[in-house]
């Protein structure tokens, strides 16, 4: 969830347009503008975005593979959907 | 509107004398029902509504030739105010839904109040006035009604019943023995927003969203839908229990099953971030404004084009078919590519802890 | 949303389900605990088994928070709800769970004074408005939810709010495990190690698993590609005949944890045997309220004498969440045990192995890979 204010341990993060107070005592030095995991009204971590972006660049890399192997495989094996 | 409450004759609290019959009862009566829902109050097309005005015990109607239906629905919301609706407009649109989907059209309701002890006069005549404005924008005339006052801690506040007749319309759905394999599901719009409105706006949960209610009347969507399709198979409008209870619903015991794309469905961001706040699935929430369809496959391309033109129906899809692959079933073809299996909701929905 | 659809994407699912397939071909059964009930929860939502090798087979390990919880821990809440001017404060699943006789919300029903939290500082807040009660906040949950209460204890102790009590059968995840691998009953090939107990912990909690049981562990999220990714790097571990603790959520799991919440359980809370639904006590699993908090421990507050507790007949919850047997075995399941009806507490919480089998999985096509999978 994504964090739009912090005031001192008390912070409003958002999902989906949803704002929510948290508890942020456990994550001090959070920033707005930041992700964070959030459970049973605390916030417990703040998302690492170069991290999220790595394991997303793989998923991307394995997909554009697979979609030129398709392409390589010639029309015969058809769409997958 | 228009009218003026005539506070001298109301107390700001309803009483327990307000509901035994005598004078009191009279009073409210005069002074607020039949204010709110006598013809001058409702629109300039003049509907008449003299069954009401005579305050008889009963309303003696006059009735198209053809076949009516009749409905009734009681109406326990809570909170009674919230954000797109309240009580009021809920009890109309949610008896004229109900008449709607059988391919009718809404004429007469009947309006029968449970009111707790204590409760506040200027509130129930907001509400009062709520339901006259929904009958209104859909040409119905509320004819008759009753009113009970419980002692403090009996009711929750207010309770609403409502009673509802219309009539059938040429091209009304044959049923769920008309279904076909390949026959389309339509859904009029997003799913989930009245109950996660409802959720959200709760004591103690602190959920800020804007999203609002979709508590509304559907008839003109049922009657664009007639117009169009003739064969329509069967409708219905996702309340409580949500789409996948409705689809199951369809269903059960039944030659056919039913497959849903989930990347097809239509739901909002903030649907989804409720319920991935509480652990809710938002095919298991509440709508109040949302019809759906099975009608054959050929004529879905036109209906749902025809849908989407209609402010209701702006955000109308085609979710799934009717499958002979697994009878009774609604399955989720998910949003990775794997399957997973509908059933119906069982108990209430209860916030989870992760 | 960010960082939540981007890991359900179609074309990328697909990719990772062809890539284990191609790995997986002519090896034979690998048998795959995930041990959170977020996971298995993820697993039947989107429908994930469809997208494995035939020869992969989940089992769902004891991480449903609610399913653990013993009928005595349920048994001493209820007597408490009965108990003059408490107001009992409990998450929401945890309500419909049977104890020995009955459940919280019969025990609501008939009057007790029960209310669901979202949160230990939802129960915090009644205490402040309700000074003349005493409030008991069920603390159940693993390394997770732990440190929120622990959170709510300390800030208690601050404010000086006597009526704040806590009723803990916390747990914790490596004892349990340990325990799994050491019963025998169960071969297991490899773990998928809860997310958010690890963003808590960190890793090193599994370390003792990879080296003294050879078993690969992978920490992953709870999103349908995390979860494909993680089984994956499972599957390269034992292709490779390594067994190391790998982390996939790389993007909240730190290799050493949320040291403040860490420090926060050190403080408030000590190792204390456990009982755990169908697996028994386990010496050292759970978290006590330690000496110096008692104040704020409900048992020690308000200490009550109850019958032991009755265990259903015929439920083979322990079995089911020891990975023994799969929710169709059991004599009761879908039968006298549903959902509506709930024998067992693994038919409770949604993500409760029984509940996730009747829900998603009753007579579909991923049962019938589950025992094709079993008889192979």
């Known amino acids: 969830m994504k964090v739009l204010e912090v005031n001192g341990t008390v912070g409003q993060v958002e999902i989906g347009g949803v704002r929510r107070a948290v508890d942020l005592s456990l994550v001090a030095g959070v920033k707005v503008g930041q992700f964070v995991v959030v459970h049973a009204g605390f916030a417990l971590s703040v998302t690492d975005e170069d991290e999220a972006q790595k394991t997303l660049e793989i998923f991307a890399e394995m997909a554009r593979r697979v979609a030129e192997a398709d392409a390589a495989a010639g029309s015969k094996a058809g769409s997958d959907q | 509107m228009n009218i003026e409450l005539k506070s001298e004759k109301l107390s700001p609290q309803i009483t327990l004398a307000h509901g035994n019959g005598g004078k009191l009862t009279h009073d409210l009566i005069r002074s607020m029902f039949v204010t709110a829902f006598s013809a001058e109050a409702l629109s300039a097309e003049a509907l008449s509504n003299d069954a009401l005005s005579e305050l008889a015990d009963s309303a003696r109607l006059k009735l198209p030739e053809g076949e009516i239906v009749f409905t009734t629905d009681s109406h326990v919301v809570n909170p009674l105010f919230f954000p797109g609706g309240d009580i009021g407009k809920l009890a109309v649109c949610g008896t004229l839904n109900d008449l709607a989907v059988m391919g009718a059209k809404p004429l007469y309701l009947s309006c029968a109040l449970i009111i707790e002890e204590g409760f506040e006069t ?155 706040i509480l652990g809710f699935d938002p095919l298991y929430v509440a709508n109040e404004g949302k019809l759906v369809l099975v009608l054959p496959q050929t004529s879905a391309p036109a209906v749902l084009e025809a849908l989407k033109l209609h402010p209701l129906g702006r955000k109308a899809a085609a979710i799934g078919r009717l499958t002979e692959r697994a009878p009774g079933r609604v399955y989720l073809k998910t949003d990775i590519g794997g399957e997973r299996v509908l059933d119906m909701l069982v108990g209430d929905m209860l916030p989870r802890i992760c | 949303m960010k960082y939540m659809t981007e890991f359900r994407n179609f074309a990328a699912a697909q990719a990772l389900s062809r890539e284990l397939h191609s790995l997986c071909t002519g090896i034979k059964e690998i048998k795959i605990m995930e041990v959170c009930g977020g996971h298995t929860a993820a697993i039947f939502k989107y429908g994930l088994r469809d997208l494995l090798p035939p020869n992969i087979r989940l089992m769902s390990g004891p991480g449903c928070p609610v399913c653990v919880t013993s009928n005595s821990f349920l048994d001493y809440a209820m007597a408490l709800s009965r108990e003059p001017d408490v107001i009992i404060a409990s998450f929401g699943d945890l309500l419909r769970v049977p104890g020995s006789h009955s459940t919280l919300l019969a025990e609501k029903s008939k009057g007790g004074d029960i209310r669901i939290c979202y949160s230990s500082l939802d129960a915090l807040e009644l205490a402040r408005k309700n000074p003349s009660k005493k409030i008991v906040f069920l603390g ?232 094709e999978a079993g008889t192979s």
Not at chain 2, 228 to 249: K, Q, S, V, W
Not at chain 3, 269 to 292: C, K, M, N, Q, Y
């Open chain 2, 122 to 276: 200027a509130l129930l005549k907001k509400i009062i006035d709520s339901m006259a404005e929904a009958a209104r924008q859909n040409g119905v005339r509320i004819v008759t009604g009753d009113t009970k006052v419980v002692e403090k801690g009996a009711a929750d506040k207010l309770f609403i019943n409502t009673a509802g007749i219309g009539v059938v319309l040429p091209g009304a759905p044959k049923g769920l023995k008309s279904f076909q394999a390949g026959d389309a599901v339509l859904v009029s719009g997003s799913l989930g927003d009245h109950g996660i409105a409802i959720y959200a706006g709760r004591e103690g949960i602190s959920l800020q969203t804007d999203l609002q209610s979709d508590c509304a009347c559907i008839f003109p969507l049922v009657e664009i839908a007639l117009k169009i399709c003739p064969e329509l198979r069967i409708m219905r409008d996702p309340t409580r229990g949500g789409l996948a209870t409705t689809l199951n619903e369809f269903v059960q015991g039944g030659r056919f099953g039913i497959e849903l794309d989930e990347r097809s469905l239509p739901i909002r961001d903030e649907v989804r971030g409720v319920c991935e």
């Open chain 3, 140 to 371: 159940i949950g693993f390394e997770t939810t732990a440190p929120t209460v622990a959170a709510a204890i300390k800030r208690a102790e601050a404010e000086g709010l006597k009526n704040f009590l806590v009723l803990s059968a916390f747990k914790t995840m490596p004892e349990a495990m340990k325990a799994l691998l050491q019963s025998g009953e169960l071969a297991l090939n490899a773990f998928i190690c809860p997310g958010h107990v690890s963003v808590v912990t960190g890793l090193r909690i599994y370390d003792f698993i990879a080296r003294d049981f050879k078993t690969p562990c992978v920490v992953t999220g709870f999103e349908p590609l995390d979860l494909l990714q993680a089984i994956l790097m499972i599957v390269r571990q034992l292709k490779d005949g390594r067994s190391t603790v790998e982390n996939q959520y790389t993007r909240a799991a730190l290799p050493l944890g949320n040291p403040a919440a860490q420090a926060l359980l050190n403080e408030i809370f000590a190792p204390s045997d456990v009982e755990w639904r169908g697996l028994g006590v386990i010496p050292g699993s759970g978290l006590g309220i330690s000496d110096a908090y008692q104040a704020f421990d409900a048992q020690k507050v308000i200490p009550l004498q109850l019958e032991p507790a009755r265990e259903q007949p015929g439920c083979i919850c322990g079995s089911i969440m020891r990975g023994v047997k799969v929710p169709t075995e059991c004599k009761l399941f879908a039968k006298a045990c549903n959902p509506e009806n709930p024998k067992g507490s693994c038919m409770v919480s949604d993500e409760g192995n029984c509940a996730t089998y009747y829900k998603y999985a009753r007579n579909s096509r991923t049962t019938v890979i589950e025992n």
